[in-house]
């Protein structure tokens, strides 16, 4: 950027200054003393950041007012305005918009700006008197180049970084320090705890081993305890038992004995056979004796032929028996049927001769046809016959009848009607007169007065009556002569009846001839005759087929009496109330076969008795053989079944006591481990007083081992609790939550710290960095810069160890070093932090006009021509205003280049001049 | 057609716990304790499931720091199961179970073996068709340095699988320094059963090389699914090789990047979009899985200075409030923490200046590109971290009193570094 017109108003000795045209590259102010150029340079130095109210500001009459065009790089022009204190207002062209001033000035600050590019003879030294040490340091570090003011910071703000990781994690972060140890603490914990977890397993297969050993030991007391529990429950029990166990001893030998043993050995089911048999046997004898005396009572003699008589007939008499009740009936039946029989002979025989003049034959009769063909014939003829009767009689009657009504035609008189009435009101008063005579009330006088008035009403009827037979009389004579000639007529009718009435009687007769029939018999029943006759036909068929019938059963129970009669006869003799009619008693008695029940109970009976003979017999030859089935109990017991059954009896007896004492003593020994042997094998070896000792003794010893064996039990309850505990992972899943929980606490401290470290670390190797290359490459353009100034004298600059002090020594070209700036003249010294100044000048990017204020004074000729060729090359990019009273330099500048405008400033007034002018007026 | 099935497994270290910090909801915690343990049950489920012939357990199956008798006694229960099935156990000892800390604490049933230390044995199966020959070697110390695979010569039978617990890392490595090359010259093996790598790898397919992971991850060290390989073989080649995620729980990390969020203001806009995020995750997942997370949010936004104002307070806050919200929610959720790594909030405009004219500046920017590349400079830095870093990243030595600083961790911390020092450096206080 450059100015290119500056306008400045009521600023010390500029009331209304103008600079106008001013020279992109160089401007050369001369001015005698206190011409104003000090407040020229005030005015330059704060045109891009405004003006302070200090001392080295000239005060305003009214207020500041400075305008300005300035050009960029671009050649774009912008205006600058400054009114009083107030900040610079740019404007871009004619656009009212304010842009910023940065848009020029970039990042150039006003100290910057002011004490690098405004250069008066006070700022070429060490230490300007104007700045404090802070801003010293300041430009020190703008001497260094862009950056160091940053680079200043470095030492503080490292310093902090380390200050605070220190106060987290120590100076070198160890694990266990400051703010980390807490979580290192718990961390280790952790670790501890899940080292406790390893080394549960060791302490695990331990605890297992002891437990196993414990478990050993106590199984083995275990099993002590419970011999001890046998021991005693033996004891006890003997105790309990002990009568008992004396008892069955004493029993056992009883039953063990050869014979004893033989019996009771017996099988038992032959000795109940023998029994079996025994009783049997009984019982049979014992029926036989009673049916021998039942027998006996009904018979003569009960010898083995009369039995055998009895049982040969067994069949038949059971047969006939059995068939009794049977024939008794049909006996009846058959009485009864034959005087049926005899009575329907009896009927037809009398209906015979009833009907026929001679009896004719049975068989005969059964010949007539009298079907119901010739019935109907019969029945025609005797119908025409009765009709024709009744017919004639009719006639008769009518003719009867007629000569009746003329005869009467002939007499009537007509008072039939009164008469009647009369009849009954004479019968009223009659009733009436004997009801008064036996009551004598009012009611008869009430009937009296009754007859009175109903005779009067007779009287009144019969008047009626003559009037109406006046008029009849008439018409009777009429009726006479009418009646006359009809029975004339009905005689003639009469005749030829009587006729046709006779050929049928005719033809009805000889029908009475063919039916065998009486000739008394009236032809009016003829066919209820012929119809009696087919009766009578079918009545003898009925007959003769009973009576046929009745031949037969005649014959079959002839049959059956024959064989009871033949039976009866057997026993006739033997029998005491044995009575047996003949065949036609029994006929007309069935009653008498009653005696077959006789018979028949004392066949079964001889029947029973002689198989109860056999039955005994087989009996006794079975249990003989039973009771010979052993010889050995044969000599023994002998063969008495009485003697085996009561030894038996009497050992068995014994045994079961010998059971129930066993199944006494063996119910004690349910539920227990001890068998009866065992009780007896221990039984024998104590009496009763040595064995409650031994009780008591088993006991104190089971007490004891008791004890011992709960010891032992809580003991593994122990160890499985233990084992228990290390089976879980619970010190594990602790030992992890305190690392983790520990863990995630402690990482943003770490990463804090570490942070805070590598912050600090890039700090240091920044500063280092920075540091080498202020030494080797920041000083290089100043470095140059002052080796031309001084012809080569001088090779190199350094900066002091500590940057920020505004400190450099010099290297001579003969290698010497120049620590202290002491050492060097006022004008080398000028010469160097004009180099410094200069090359960081041309280092800053942001181009901004650069014033030499007179500070080029202390310079000989050759130093001085040397300085303006810089400044001229520093021209060709920074505008340069050099206010000078100092003609030599003016001059210098116009010989050295035509780039340069030259104005005379005089009482606050620029005078655009030529430089021999200028010189001319300044000299 | 014969056909053999087994399982493949490795590095289980039963006993050792998901790590995890704060009070998850009761539901989730048991759920978080026991995944190890769960994700052992799941192996033996699938085992009998799938009816397979056999298991090979190929080192890594105890945890030697977290050894346990619960431990000792679930492996055993499943042993027990599978040997009602039939289904047989071979187990190699890795360096966390070596067998110089072998206690067998429960007497196994007769379908386990484990393969000794002294050298390389070897069990032959016989099926139908075809025999099936498996080999191994157990550790018998903490390293396994012998590596002479002529040790493990023997005769090959139809189908050979070889079982090694290695890092694959060649010469140097303390866990049985072999690499592919080498493992490779024996050419008659078809399986190599490997254990010690904690991801599921198949490094090869003919013949299989094939590292199963753990099947339960317990750290962020461990994203993604645990399981085992399932493989099938029909007439003694390879038919199907299938990997079965068993773990029920699973580490996420999740990167929020807060750059275009327009509506964050506060850290309540900062829950809700973290919520959302969530959801969206939720949504997505697999509803049985218990999800453990890490959300780190990243990108440029003017947020970034509230959070970093508040420091790890307000990510802690952050935190709480979305676990209360989770828990309510009842979603199997937990978040373990929120990572910062938010870019500086610096004016980009300020920052180019700096670039451009600032040589302290530059010296920053060229110190941080340095710093990454130059290993010495990096080494330095390190150091300077402190003890309670270390760039050890061998997850079978970590130690739980240091943490351990990878690229990322250090580039996130140099990230914080350099926002302080433009923050107090160039922002042109003083």
Redesign the interface.
Known sequence: MFIRRIDIRDFGLFRQSSLIDLHQNINIIGGLNRAGKSTLKTVLASLGYGYQNNEQTPAAKKQYQIDAVLIDVKSAKYHLDITGFGKPHLYKNEEKKEISIQKLFKNIDRFTYQNLFVITLDKLISNPAHLNEKEISKLQAILLGAGLNDFRKLPLLRSDLLQSATRIGGKFGKVDVAEFKPYNKQIKRGITLQKTAQQDLSTFNKLKEEKKSLVIKKEETQAKINKLNQKISLLDLLDINYELLDEYLILQENLSGEKASNILNYPAQTIEKIKKSDLELITIEQEIEEITTKIKADVSSLDNESLVKFTDELNSINELTKQKDVYQERINLFNKQEERILDKKATIDKSLDDLFITSPEYDQIKEIRCNKQVQAIIKKLINNIKDYKIKNNNIEEEIRVLEKEIDLKDNQELVFASKQITFYIAIFIIIASIFGTILWTDTFIWILLSGVLLLGIDRLLIYRQNVKVEKLAQSLAEEKNNLQIRLIRLKEESQTVKNELRDFEKQAHAYQDQLYLVEKSSLASLAEDCQEIKYLQEMITDWQAEYNNQLSRNKEIKKYLTRVVNLANKFQDLIYELYLPDIDELFEYPKYLDQLDLINNLVVLADRLISLKEEKKSKKIKLEQLINIDEQLSKEIGLSSKKIIDDYNRLNKLNDRFKQIESQIKQSLKKKTINLAKLLETFAGYDKNSLSETIKKAQASKDKFSQELITIIEKIENKKIKLAELSTDQNLYKSKQLIDEARADLRPLAEEYAVKKTTAFLLKKMEEKFLEKAYTELLTGAKNLFKNITANHYHDIIPDDDLSNAKFSLIDREGDSYQSLNMLSRGTEEQLFLAVRLSRIQEVETKLPVIIDDSLVNFDYQHLQRVVDELISLAKTNQLFVLTCHPTLIKLFNKKTARINNWLLKKGKFTKTKYHNLIEEIT | MQKVSFIHAADIHL?S?V????SPPNYLEEKI?EAVFNSWNNLVELAILKQVDFILLAGDIFD????????A?IFYQGINKLAKENIKIFMIAGNHDHLQDY?S?LSMPDNFYLFSAEKFESKLLMFKDFTVKIIGRSYASREETRNNLKDLQTEFANFSIVMLHTDLAGQGSPYLPLNKKEILTLSNVDYWALGHRHLPQLIDKKPTIAYPGVLQARDFGELGKGGCWLVELIDKEINKIEFKNLASLEFKKIIIKLTDESDLETFSDLIDILQKRIERLYLQADHNSIYLLEMILKGQHPISKLLSEQ??EGLQFIKDELNNQLSQAQLSVWIE?IVDQCINEFPISKLE?LK?????????E???VKLLADKE?KN??LQ??????TTRTNLEESN????E?DDDQLQY??E???R??LN???SGG?
């Open positions: 006993g716990m790590h995890f910090t704060g304790n030697r720091e977290q050894r346990s008798i619960k431990a006694d206690q604490i420091g790890s923490r200046e451009d004219n600032n040589p302290l500046y530059q010296e920053l060229s110190l941080l400079l330095e830095l300077e971290m402190g003890e309670i870093w739980p009193l240091q943490f600083v911390m140099i914080q570094s350099k302080y020092i107090n450096l160039f003083k």
